[in-house]
Protein backbone atom coordinates (compact mmCIF):
# COMPACT_ATOMS: atom_id res chain seq x y z
CA UNK A 1 0.00 0.00 0.00
CA UNK A 2 2.58 2.73 0.89
CA UNK A 3 6.85 2.10 -0.42
CA UNK A 4 8.98 4.69 0.92
CA UNK A 5 12.85 3.84 -0.67
CA UNK A 6 15.94 5.70 -0.43
CA UNK A 7 14.35 9.13 1.09
CA UNK A 8 16.94 11.79 1.58
CA UNK A 9 16.06 15.17 2.58
CA UNK A 10 18.95 18.21 3.26
CA UNK A 11 17.95 21.62 4.45
CA UNK A 12 20.36 24.67 4.64
CA UNK A 13 21.17 25.96 8.10
CA UNK A 14 23.80 28.86 9.39
CA UNK A 15 26.43 26.23 9.94
CA UNK A 16 26.11 24.68 7.19
CA UNK A 17 23.13 21.88 5.61
CA UNK A 18 21.15 19.36 7.97
CA UNK A 19 20.31 16.15 6.53
CA UNK A 20 16.47 15.61 8.14
CA UNK A 21 16.04 12.26 6.42
CA UNK A 22 18.43 9.94 5.57
CA UNK A 23 17.91 6.85 3.07
CA UNK A 24 15.00 6.02 4.88
CA UNK A 25 13.30 3.10 3.43
CA UNK A 26 10.20 1.06 4.25
CA UNK A 27 6.58 -0.69 3.60
CA UNK A 28 3.66 -0.02 5.15
CA UNK A 29 0.83 -3.25 4.03
CA UNK A 30 -2.74 -2.94 4.31
CA UNK A 31 -4.12 -3.94 7.89
CA UNK A 32 -0.99 -2.86 9.49
CA UNK A 33 -0.06 0.22 12.20
CA UNK A 34 3.29 1.46 11.71
CA UNK A 35 4.88 3.51 14.30
CA UNK A 36 7.51 5.89 13.15
CA UNK A 37 8.74 6.59 16.30
CA UNK A 38 11.70 9.30 17.04
CA UNK A 39 12.51 12.17 19.21
CA UNK A 40 11.68 15.45 18.68
CA UNK A 41 13.62 16.31 14.97
CA UNK A 42 14.36 12.87 14.25
CA UNK A 43 12.54 13.58 10.27
CA UNK A 44 9.39 12.13 11.02
CA UNK A 45 6.98 15.15 9.68
CA UNK A 46 9.71 16.14 7.12
CA UNK A 47 9.02 12.23 6.10
CA UNK A 48 5.34 12.70 5.98
CA UNK A 49 5.47 15.78 4.19
CA UNK A 50 7.14 14.23 1.31
CA UNK A 51 5.07 11.31 0.66
CA UNK A 52 2.03 13.83 0.75
CA UNK A 53 3.90 16.29 -1.84
CA UNK A 54 4.16 19.07 -0.11
CA UNK A 55 8.33 18.57 -0.05
CA UNK A 56 10.40 17.33 -2.73
CA UNK A 57 12.98 14.70 -1.87
CA UNK A 58 16.59 15.00 -2.75
CA UNK A 59 16.72 11.42 -3.42
CA UNK A 60 14.27 8.65 -3.49
CA UNK A 61 10.57 8.26 -3.63
CA UNK A 62 7.71 7.61 -1.79
CA UNK A 63 4.75 5.72 -3.77
CA UNK A 64 1.14 4.81 -2.79
CA UNK A 65 -0.37 1.77 -4.63
CA UNK A 66 2.20 2.20 -7.16
CA UNK A 67 2.14 5.33 -7.84
CA UNK A 68 4.99 7.96 -7.12
CA UNK A 69 4.13 11.14 -5.80
CA UNK A 70 6.75 13.11 -7.61
CA UNK A 71 4.90 11.41 -10.58
CA UNK A 72 1.47 12.27 -9.94
CA UNK A 73 1.34 13.88 -6.58
CA UNK A 74 -2.64 14.55 -6.89
CA UNK A 75 -3.31 10.63 -7.82
CA UNK A 76 -1.18 10.03 -4.64
CA UNK A 77 -3.34 12.63 -2.20
CA UNK A 78 -6.58 11.12 -3.54
CA UNK A 79 -5.37 7.78 -2.01
CA UNK A 80 -3.93 9.51 1.66
CA UNK A 81 -5.96 10.58 4.72
CA UNK A 82 -3.79 12.87 7.09
CA UNK A 83 -4.47 14.05 10.32
CA UNK A 84 -2.05 16.13 12.91
CA UNK A 85 -2.71 17.69 16.32
CA UNK A 86 -3.37 21.02 14.38
CA UNK A 87 -6.97 20.16 13.87
CA UNK A 88 -7.53 23.19 11.23
CA UNK A 89 -10.98 23.35 10.91
CA UNK A 90 -13.08 25.80 9.38
CA UNK A 91 -14.59 28.23 12.30
CA UNK A 92 -17.59 29.62 10.06
CA UNK A 93 -18.62 26.40 8.51
CA UNK A 94 -20.98 23.69 9.68
CA UNK A 95 -19.33 20.17 10.89
CA UNK A 96 -21.22 19.25 7.87
CA UNK A 97 -20.66 21.79 5.34
CA UNK A 98 -16.98 21.36 5.87
CA UNK A 99 -16.77 17.29 5.50
CA UNK A 100 -18.95 18.02 1.92
CA UNK A 101 -16.32 20.63 1.07
CA UNK A 102 -13.55 18.36 1.74
CA UNK A 103 -15.41 15.58 -0.19
CA UNK A 104 -16.06 17.90 -2.92
CA UNK A 105 -12.48 18.81 -3.30
CA UNK A 106 -11.78 15.06 -2.93
CA UNK A 107 -14.21 14.76 -6.17
CA UNK A 108 -16.15 11.81 -4.24
CA UNK A 109 -19.92 12.32 -5.66
CA UNK A 110 -22.35 14.09 -3.25
CA UNK A 111 -24.87 11.38 -2.17
CA UNK A 112 -22.07 9.12 -1.18
CA UNK A 113 -19.99 12.02 0.37
CA UNK A 114 -23.57 12.61 2.65
CA UNK A 115 -23.46 8.81 3.26
CA UNK A 116 -20.18 9.13 4.35
CA UNK A 117 -20.76 12.14 6.73
CA UNK A 118 -23.44 10.65 8.29
CA UNK A 119 -21.91 7.31 8.93
CA UNK A 120 -18.40 8.37 10.00
CA UNK A 121 -19.57 11.00 12.01
CA UNK A 122 -22.29 8.20 14.01
CA UNK A 123 -18.65 5.80 14.04
CA UNK A 124 -16.87 8.95 16.07
CA UNK A 125 -20.39 9.83 17.89
CA UNK A 126 -20.11 13.51 16.36
CA UNK A 127 -23.94 13.03 14.71
CA UNK A 128 -25.35 15.83 17.14
CA UNK A 129 -22.70 18.27 15.93
CA UNK A 130 -23.09 18.04 12.33
CA UNK A 131 -25.29 21.38 11.91
CA UNK A 132 -23.08 23.25 14.75
CA UNK A 133 -20.72 25.85 13.32
CA UNK A 134 -17.21 24.76 14.03
CA UNK A 135 -16.19 27.55 15.86
CA UNK A 136 -18.09 26.58 18.34
CA UNK A 137 -17.00 22.93 19.00
CA UNK A 138 -14.59 22.28 22.25
CA UNK A 139 -10.86 20.75 21.27
CA UNK A 140 -12.09 17.00 21.78
CA UNK A 141 -15.20 17.72 19.39
CA UNK A 142 -12.98 19.66 17.26
CA UNK A 143 -10.34 16.56 17.22
CA UNK A 144 -13.08 14.02 16.38
CA UNK A 145 -14.20 16.09 13.49
CA UNK A 146 -10.64 16.08 11.75
CA UNK A 147 -10.72 12.31 12.24
CA UNK A 148 -14.00 11.70 10.54
CA UNK A 149 -12.57 14.63 7.72
CA UNK A 150 -9.81 12.73 7.04
CA UNK A 151 -11.75 9.50 5.94
CA UNK A 152 -14.38 11.21 4.26
CA UNK A 153 -12.89 10.41 0.70
CA UNK A 154 -12.19 6.56 2.18
CA UNK A 155 -8.48 6.75 1.47
CA UNK A 156 -6.68 3.53 1.22
CA UNK A 157 -3.37 4.95 3.37
CA UNK A 158 -4.17 7.00 6.77
CA UNK A 159 -1.06 9.27 7.89
CA UNK A 160 -1.20 10.65 11.57
CA UNK A 161 1.68 13.51 12.78
CA UNK A 162 1.25 13.37 16.46
CA UNK A 163 -2.46 12.94 16.87
CA UNK A 164 -2.47 12.42 20.87
CA UNK A 165 -0.63 16.15 21.48
CA UNK A 166 -2.78 18.27 23.36
CA UNK A 167 -5.73 15.80 24.04
CA UNK A 168 -6.95 14.59 27.53
CA UNK A 169 -7.58 10.93 28.37
CA UNK A 170 -10.80 10.53 26.96
CA UNK A 171 -8.90 12.17 23.73
CA UNK A 172 -6.59 10.37 23.62
CA UNK A 173 -9.07 7.04 23.86
CA UNK A 174 -10.39 8.30 21.16
CA UNK A 175 -7.53 8.31 19.10
CA UNK A 176 -6.89 4.66 20.06
CA UNK A 177 -10.52 3.29 19.46
CA UNK A 178 -10.06 5.40 15.55
CA UNK A 179 -6.81 3.70 14.96
CA UNK A 180 -7.86 0.43 15.38
CA UNK A 181 -10.92 0.88 13.67
CA UNK A 182 -8.59 2.34 10.36
CA UNK A 183 -7.15 -1.36 11.02
CA UNK A 184 -10.32 -3.30 10.62
CA UNK A 185 -11.44 -1.80 7.74
CA UNK A 186 -7.83 -2.55 5.75
CA UNK A 187 -6.01 0.68 6.08
CA UNK A 188 -2.40 0.75 5.89
CA UNK A 189 -1.78 2.89 8.65
CA UNK A 190 1.56 5.41 9.53
CA UNK A 191 1.60 6.65 13.02
CA UNK A 192 4.02 9.38 13.75
CA UNK A 193 5.09 10.34 17.78
CA UNK A 194 7.52 10.53 20.50
CA UNK A 195 4.68 9.28 22.73
CA UNK A 196 6.63 5.91 22.68
CA UNK A 197 4.26 4.62 25.71
CA UNK A 198 1.47 4.96 23.56
CA UNK A 199 2.76 3.69 20.20
CA UNK A 200 3.26 0.25 21.87
CA UNK A 201 -0.26 -0.02 22.51
CA UNK A 202 -1.02 1.29 19.10
CA UNK A 203 0.99 -0.27 16.17
CA UNK A 204 1.57 -3.36 14.97
CA UNK A 205 5.28 -2.68 13.86
CA UNK A 206 7.92 -0.02 14.19
CA UNK A 207 10.38 2.04 12.73
CA UNK A 208 13.25 3.66 15.36
CA UNK A 209 13.91 6.96 13.69
CA UNK A 210 17.74 8.96 15.28
CA UNK A 211 19.64 11.93 13.06
CA UNK A 212 17.36 11.30 10.10
CA UNK A 213 17.93 7.30 9.86
CA UNK A 214 16.16 3.96 10.39
CA UNK A 215 18.15 2.46 13.38
CA UNK A 216 15.91 0.17 14.19
CA UNK A 217 12.70 -1.78 12.36
CA UNK A 218 10.27 -4.79 13.18
CA UNK A 219 7.60 -5.86 15.42
CA UNK A 220 7.78 -5.32 19.34
CA UNK A 221 9.71 -8.96 19.72
CA UNK A 222 11.70 -8.50 17.15
CA UNK A 223 12.87 -4.94 18.43
CA UNK A 224 13.49 -6.27 22.00
CA UNK A 225 15.89 -9.30 20.32
CA UNK A 226 17.77 -6.97 18.52
CA UNK A 227 18.67 -4.31 21.20
CA UNK A 228 18.12 -6.41 24.91
CA UNK A 229 15.46 -3.50 25.99
CA UNK A 230 11.91 -4.36 27.15
CA UNK A 231 10.91 -0.95 25.86
CA UNK A 232 11.12 2.24 23.17
CA UNK A 233 12.27 4.60 26.19
CA UNK A 234 15.28 2.66 27.23
CA UNK A 235 15.65 1.95 23.43
CA UNK A 236 15.85 5.38 22.30
CA UNK A 237 17.93 6.24 25.26
CA UNK A 238 20.56 4.08 24.68
CA UNK A 239 20.24 5.43 20.45
CA UNK A 240 20.82 9.18 21.90
CA UNK A 241 23.84 7.91 24.68
CA UNK A 242 25.67 6.24 21.97
CA UNK A 243 25.22 9.06 19.54
CA UNK A 244 25.94 11.83 21.98
CA UNK A 245 29.04 9.12 23.79
Same mark, same amino acid.
Given at each position: MLKVHSLVKSFSVDAG??????? #? +?????? =????GLLGPNGAGKT *? *? #???????? !?? !? =????????????? $???? /???????? +?? +??????? #? +?????????? $????? $?? $? %??????EELSGMMGIEKLLDRRAGTLSTGQRQRVTLVRGLIHDPPVMLLD????? #?? /??? %? =? *?????? !???? !????????CTHRLDEAERLCDRFGLLHQGRLQYEGTMGELRAATHREHLVDMFVDLMSTATA
Open positions: EVRAVDE #L +SFLVPK =QEVY *T *T #LRMILGLL !DP !D =QGYAEVEGIRTAQ $DPIA /VKSRLGFV +SA +SDGVYPW #L +SVREMLLYFA $DLYAV $DP $D %VAHRRAEPTRG #LD /VVG %V =Q *TIFEYI !DHLR !DVGKAVVV
